[in-house]
């Protein structure tokens, strides 16, 4: 019998044939642990039925794993659907699942962690003569929605699906699906724990598929989009023990110790469910028996050993960088001249860029680990003041001195103008979580808030009432991109809810501008920092009660302020280091660089459990932010202060920027092994 009951969609390429071999694998107790839950050819309405009934309920420390093996179609006005096996083309509104309900579905969810896997062909493959210039299916916008903790890996492209009984690659291979074959076999064989921690994030299994696909030929170009998450999502435990190497010898210890301290979730296990529609897949093989006994432990590793295997790369331990990017070509520029204006770093996407600016001019954009110049953003008039890649990295949003901001499509390698300069100043720029609203300084003191989808202006916020025109120093969005908080020259800070307009609060927090402003990734706690004046002022977002004010006594100018992204801890760049403080008390914990001739407020947390300062002197030191303590530091790159610093997604590479040079920087595991050196101390 036919999968689907409209005949245009039976000839379509079926679906994954090794879906249940997934559902294994993932159902699996010594590797995924979820319990796993299918519907296999099921009608619009049993999709709809079984995925509010696998919703409903959840508990808020749950993980939840959707899994799609369907097609995706779009309708006259655009609008995506997902096929069951009664969906009919003529009636996409009573007969397919639309893309929107589904999200509305994983918003109202409760659970902070979600992933959701699409193995579908969409409409740009329906057709082999479909037109050049026909619509994209434009998936980031349509599926990743507003949920915090969500990750969404999809097998491909919108226009990358052929026909049933024809391969990717134009050869007669229809059988099952080459990206999902990818993930079953890095969660399988423990493959994808690229880093021998002992465990598979959702990063790790797109890694390791996305290779995969790309080691056989496949004419598909898998994606990954990753919104509001606080740390990385785990998908399972290496199903195998790395082969005994000093790599394997030296992680053993730690690997055991964290076992023991990663219980599953509320109810005792993660839960995925499986959609499929069309003939029920073939089961795969089965997954291979867990060890009956524990490798034999080694000797605890001391702690300078593990500094060093960690940052070893070839061999020999890096202090110096991977390589330089050479931003500044053969312009000539002398070393004392120069200045990094603006750096971003693209997450949320399989391929990690960073694009900068050098005094002004137009941002280049780089494949930092392989040292690749991509493209330089033609069409600027004016001289660039901020860049910075939306939450998802679907754009680079783009500011110039004549006040026009610009958004660049990488993958389009075409520009979108949002504002042309006659309303804006566009010093600052905020961009909210979900990619949906760009906020930026009118040219009296307003905000203006821009749908990034259609170009069009959403919202215009009157400038402060109650005083002068102050210029705007500082915005930031809530987590859940509902609030806009915006710092003034002259110290005011403003708080605006985006969709009535309505101001919420409104305080004098400082003597000087605000110089920074933040919120928890909680979204229960927003910092502002006072700039010239040394003060941190702390807001509870929940009742917007009078805000706690702290003065860092010494510190000189304040300007950084970051959260851990537990949101544990908040770091407080200043003149005299870099500040810990307790976000809920306020309480000092530590300071990092003071009295050591080399303070910075140049810093960045790759995550809760490590700190990258850089300093004056050109060295970069890593931290264990709960102990103060130096874990390591490289002095091979920079002989001035680097003025920018930021880690790649992976964790994996930091990228610094100085008047001396860009420098890309390797580890051998990845921040997140250096989190657990503290244990040994």
């Not at 501008?513 to 003060?535: H, K, M, N, Y």
């Not at 303070?599 to 004056?616: E, I, K, M, N, R």
């Amino acid at each position: 019998m036919s999968a689907y009951a409209d005949a245009g969609l039976a000839r379509l390429r079926a679906p994954a044939r090794d879906a249940e071999a997934l559902a294994e694998v993932l159902g699996a107790p010594d590797i995924g642990g979820f319990d796993v839950r299918g519907l296999t050819d099921p009608t619009a309405q049993e999709i709809r039925s079984g995925v509010d009934d696998f919703l409903s309920g959840r508990g808020t420390d749950e993980l939840l794993l959707v899994y799609f093996s369907c097609h995706g179609l779009l309708d006259a006005r655009g609008r995506l659907y997902f096929a069951g096996a009664d969906t009919r083309k003529g009636r996409l509104a009573s007969t397919g699942v639309e893309s929107g309900w589904l999200l509305e579905q994983l918003d109202e969810c409760r659970a902070r962690r979600q992933v959701v896997i699409l193995d579908c062909c969409f409409s740009g493959a329906f057709a082999q003569g479909a037109k050049s210039g026909e619509r994209d299916v434009d998936l980031e916008s349509r599926i990743v929605g507003h949920g915090r903790g969500r990750a969404v890996l999809t097998a491909s492209r919108s226009r990358e699906y052929s026909f049933e009984g024809e391969s990717l690659t134009g050869t007669a291979d229809p059988e099952g699906s080459v990206f999902t074959t990818g993930l079953v076999d890095g969660l399988r064989t423990g493959a994808a724990d690229a880093d021998g921690d002992g465990y598979i994030s959702v990063e790790d299994a797109f890694d390791h598929a996305s290779a995969y696909v790309a080691e056989r030929g496949a004419e598909q170009t898998p994606q990954r989009w990753v919104f509001g998450g606080e740390g990385r999502i785990w998908l399972a435990r290496a199903a195998t023990t790395p082969a005994t190497t000093g790599a394997a010898k030296l992680w053993w210890p730690i690997q055991r110790r964290r076992r023991s301290r990663r219980p599953h979730p509320a109810g005792g296990r993660p839960i995925a469910l499986r959609a499929t529609a069309g003939p029920a897949p073939t089961p795969a093989p089965a997954s291979p028996p867990a060890p009956t006994s524990a490798p034999t432990p080694v000797p605890t590793p001391t702690a300078a050993s593990v500094r060093d295997h960690v940052f070893r790369t070839r061999g020999r331990t890096r202090s110096d960088p991977l390589h330089a990017l050479p931003v500044w070509g053969t312009s000539g520029i002398p070393e004392q001249e120069r200045r990094v204006t603006a750096m971003t770093i693209r997450s949320g996407v399989s391929i990690p860029l960073v694009a900068i600016s050098v005094d002004g001019g137009p941002p280049q954009v780089w494949e930092a680990v392989q040292g690749r110049h991509v493209s330089t953003l033609p069409g600027l008039d004016g001289e660039v003041r901020t860049i910075t890649y939306g939450p998802n990295g679907d754009f680079l949003a783009i500011s110039s001195d004549d006040g026009s901001i610009r958004l660049w499509d990488e993958t389009r390698k075409r520009p979108r103008v949002l504002a042309d300069g006659e309303a804006t100043l566009a010093t600052r720029i905020a961009i909210a979580p979900g990619s949906r609203r760009l906020a930026a300084d009118g040219a009296d003191g307003s905000i203006v808030v821009w749908d990034t989808f259609t170009g069009q202006v959403e919202r215009s916020i009157g400038k402060d009432s109650q005083g002068r025109d102050p210029l705007i120093t500082a915005l930031a969005f809530s987590p859940d991109g509902f609030t806009l908080a915006m710092g003034t020259s002259t110290g005011v800070v403003r708080v605006v809810d985006t969709h009535s307009g309505k101001q919420v609060a409104r305080v004098q927090c400082h003597e000087s501008e605000v110089a920074g402003l933040t919120f928890r990734p909680d979204g229960q706690r927003l910092v502002s920092a006072g700039g010239a004046d040394g003060s941190v002022v702390l807001w509870d977002t929940r009742k917007w009660r009078k805000p706690r004010y702290l003065f860092l006594v010494g510190s000189g100018h304040v300007g950084r302020v970051a959260f851990s992204p537990d949101g544990e801890l908040l770091g407080v760049g200043a003149g005299s280091g870099v500040h810990l403080l307790d976000p809920d008390t306020g309480g000092q914990l530590a300071a990092l660089g003071q009295g050591s001739g080399e303070a910075t407020d140049v810093f960045a947390f790759p995550h809760s459990h490590l700190l990258a300062t850089a300093g004056t002197n050109g060295e970069v030191s890593f931290w264990d932010p709960r102990t103060a303590r130096r874990l390591y530091l490289m002095t091979g790159g920079h002989r001035t202060k680097p003025e920018a610093l930021g880690f790649l997604p992976s964790g994996r590479h930091l990228i610094t920027a100085g008047r001396d040079g860009v420098y890309v920087w390797q580890f051998q595991f990845g921040g997140r092994a250096v989190a657990y050196v503290w244990e040994l101390l």
